[in-house]
């Protein structure tokens, strides 16, 4: 389909990156912002800028009426949604559809189809993919139990509709199994506008290692390696790496080809990822996929030297990948690290406040995507992502000890962030024996 | 612009210490400068555009929403509303178009129309200046 003018549907380092792949594509481009973002100066950078609404991201960002109207008068042909926001909205997809708008990323089928977790898991089963032990959460207070003792201690209640982490409780006995099912669900239906739950066995400690795949409208699925998400705070990532630390060849090459066979058959287009779980004895499981660019892209581009944002657009305009498996190979090691406006010695309270740039991170390797600017109010309505803090190695040593130096030259006053457990993280033993698990963070506070 | 407003810019600027005050009304612009001690020479002029300046006894009506704006509700009939006229609670202004939705928007309280600041059919953001009333 061709386009020639891309409306930018969010905003903070997404949208700039989202405007800086238009640019390089020759396309026009439409900046959307709240009052709260006008003196965002990447507007700047887009062909036009458009205030759509007040700060509050219900009445702005997240306001189909105000994106679709927006997009109507600006004359736009196509949307990119970045992350969060309206990005994995099927509904949003649809509107899309039905005012002939292009939407950068999958068709409202599959958005659906990946939207429901329980249907998703269902369809990687179907093609031989391993999934853990689970099953639906029944109404009835006796089939519960009963499912919860087939399954198996310790297990997570998660939200059909959720993922990221929406509407997620662990549960570690049959005591605390109608409690857990109570507020997931009472949860799912705030965060996910649905109720629906299933429970799924817990694996003690794993790794999280997800895949980036890209699809096209012919059917063909590309992956473009594995990236390691396993250090986490409460299932939101700190720390992602690509490609996966210690990870056994045969075990690397069974998750690219679970991520393809995953992705074909939900008739994935566009770039997704598809998200596994990985056991201490070898075992891998999948968990969800994600229907959109991840906030961790940037270590794939690093290592792989392709333009994810960019293939999202060329994909969305001829329908047919450009690039072929065989032709892509990657390169070094590449860790990133997110420098959140969250205080971690007060338990990661959001820090809100004016920032004040006294020196930012660059040369060799270092790759920083931010919308940080002088005098940039930090706000409370948004997320606290600040910055993406790339260091890129000829191997993972040397992406490590560039990190830390990155780290100690990202130096901001005005809100508390993540900078220096950040840098306690990289120069941990732990860390740098890669020794890594979702508990990474919970032995190191304690 | 009436003599009374004048007035009111020159007090402004001598309360506020200012070396020059200026003031757009669509095509017109009025400046009023006053140089002698206290005043720091070099600096920018302080640019008060109509919308914002309450001196000259106007407050704004602006955009609830992001849209196409339509001072009429049809393309061969009279405006809503015509500079000069009385508005009360609860007068249609303007018609903004959403997504093929026709959103009727409202005066809040009684003026007089002063000026219409936005063309028939032109596209308007959300928090844009649409008319200047005098309250009434």
Same mark, same amino acid.
């Given at each position: ?28 481009s ?24 007040p700060?509050?991201?219900? &009445?702005?960002?997240? =306001? ?5 109207? !927006?997009a109507?008068? $600006?004359? #736009? +042909? /196509?949307?990119?949604?970045?992350y ?30 990946v ?20 099953a ?32 997620? &409780?662990?549960?570690? =006995? ?5 409690? !857990?099912?109570?507020? $997931?669900? #009472? +949860? /799912? ?15 003690t ?19 473009l ?7 986490q ?117 959001p ?15 270092v ?53 220096s ?21 919970d032995?190191?506070?304690? | ?55 000259a ?12 704006f ?27 178009e ?11 309280s ?27």
């Amino acid at each position: 389909m061709t386009f020639h003018k891309v409306l930018v549907a969010n905003r903070g380092e997404i949208a700039l990156r989202v405007i800086e792949a238009c640019r390089e594509s020759s396309l026009e481009s439409v900046a959307l912002y709240s009052e709260a973002d006008a003196a965002m100066p990447y507007l700047r950078l887009a062909s036009e800028s458009l205030c759509i609404g007040p700060a509050d991201p219900t &009445r702005s960002y997240l =306001s189909i009426p105000a994106v679709m109207s !927006a997009a109507e008068v $600006a004359g #736009a +042909e /196509a949307i990119h949604p970045g992350y969060g926001f309206l990005a994995e909205n099927p509904h949003f997809v649809e509107v899309c559809e039905e005012h002939g708008l292009v939407f950068i990323g999958p068709d409202s089928r599959v958005m659906k189809l990946v939207g429901n977790k329980l249907a998703a898991r269902e369809k990687a089963a179907s093609v031989g993919v391993p999934v853990l032990p689970g099953a639906a959460v029944p109404t009835d207070e006796k089939k519960l139990r009963a499912a919860a003792e087939r399954i198996g201690y310790p297990l997570f209640v998660k939200a059909v509709f959720g993922g990221g982490g929406r509407g997620m &409780r662990p549960v570690q =006995s049959a005591d605390g199994l109608t409690d !857990a099912v109570v507020a $997931a669900r #009472a +949860e /799912a239906q705030r965060a996910c506008g649905d109720p629906g739950l299933y429970l799924e066995q817990a694996v003690t400690n794993p790794r999280h290692v997800e895949v980036q795949v890209l699809g096209d409208r012919t059917g063909r699925v590309i992956h473009l390696g594995e990236r390691e998400c396993s250090i986490q705070r409460r299932h939101q990532k700190l720390i992602e790496e690509a490609p996966a630390p210690h990870l056994d060849e045969v075990l690397r090459k069974d998750l690219h080809r679970a991520a393809l066979a995953t992705a074909h058959t939900l008739g994935y287009q566009n770039a997704g990822t598809v998200e596994f779980v990985l056991d201490n004895d070898g075992g891998f499981y999948f968990i969800e996929m994600n229907a959109r660019i991840q906030v961790e892209h940037p270590v794939s581009e690093v290592i792989v030297g392709v333009n994810l944002v960019k293939e999202q657009i060329c994909l969305a305009r001829s329908g047919a990948l450009a690039i072929s498996q065989e032709a892509l190979d990657s390169r070094g090691h590449a860790i990133e690290c997110r420098i959140n406006a969250e205080d971690p010695t007060r338990g990661f309270l959001p820090s809100c406040g004016r920032i004040e740039i006294d020196e930012l991170p660059s040369g060799n390797g270092v790759r920083l995507d931010t919308h940080l600017h002088n005098g940039m109010e930090v706000s409370p309505h948004y997320d606290s992502l600040l910055a993406k803090v790339i260091a890129w190695g000829r191997d993972r040593e040397e992406a490590r000890t560039r990190m830390y130096t990155a780290l100690e030259r990202f130096r901001i006053r005005g809100v508390a962030t993540t900078r220096s457990l950040m840098q306690e993280i990289v120069s941990h033993p732990a860390f740098r024996d890669e020794r890594l698990g979702t508990d990474f963070l919970d032995n190191l506070t304690t | 612009m009436e003599l009374g407003e004048l007035r009111e810019i020159i007090k402004l600027l001598k309360e506020e210490g200012l070396s020059e005050i200026t003031v757009w009304e669509g095509e017109r612009r009025v400046t009023v400068r006053q140089e002698g001690p206290g005043v720091a020479s070099g600096e920018a002029p302080v640019v008060i555009d109509t919308v914002r300046n309450k001196a000259a006894g106007a407050t704004a009506v602006s955009a609830p929403l992001v849209g196409t704006f339509y001072r009429r509700p049809s393309p061969d009939a009279e405006p809503f509303v015509e500079e000069g006229a009385q508005v009360e609670p609860g007068d249609t202004l303007c018609i903004i178009e959403a997504m093929k939705v026709m959103n009727e928007i409202k005066a809040e309280s009684a003026g007089r129309l002063r000026q219409a600041l936005v063309e028939d059919g032109e596209a308007v953001e959300y928090g844009q200046p649409l008319f200047l009333f005098e309250p009434t």
